[in-house]
């Protein structure tokens, strides 16, 4: 039975994403390893946050709400120690 329902479930997301994502070829997933590169819906900077188009919440600091409630940490990169310019 958790197996019908689990396969359900993604069957469920995809039809979600494909109905967000009106542009071809399609974004990726928001269980994909590169759902950030997924078109924006809704952007805004002033409360820093932007909605994808395959559902994604994507933060400001690099972190995630993903459509089934996970949350991805913030993963931006460490203090630089010098940037250069030329």
């Known amino acids: ?3 019908k329902r689990r396969r ?3 069957i469920t997301r995809r039809k979600t994403t494909a109905t967000m994502c009106q542009h071809q070829p399609l974004c990726p997933t928001a269980d994909s390893a ?3 590169a997924a078109h924006p819906v809704a952007y805004h900077p002033e409360q ?3 909605l994808l188009c395959n559902g ?3 933060f400001e ?3 995630e709400l993903l459509p089934d409630g996970q949350i991805i940490a913030p993963h ?3 203090r630089t120690r010098h940037v250069t310019a030329a």
């Open 61 to 63: 600091d690099t972190g």
């Open 8 to 10: 359900t479930d993604a």
């Open 48 to 50: 820093g946050w932007s």
């Open 56 to 58: 994604v919440l994507l």
């Open 34 to 36: 590169d759902r950030e």
């Open 1 to 3: 039975m958790q197996s």
């Open 76 to 78: 931006r990169p460490l």
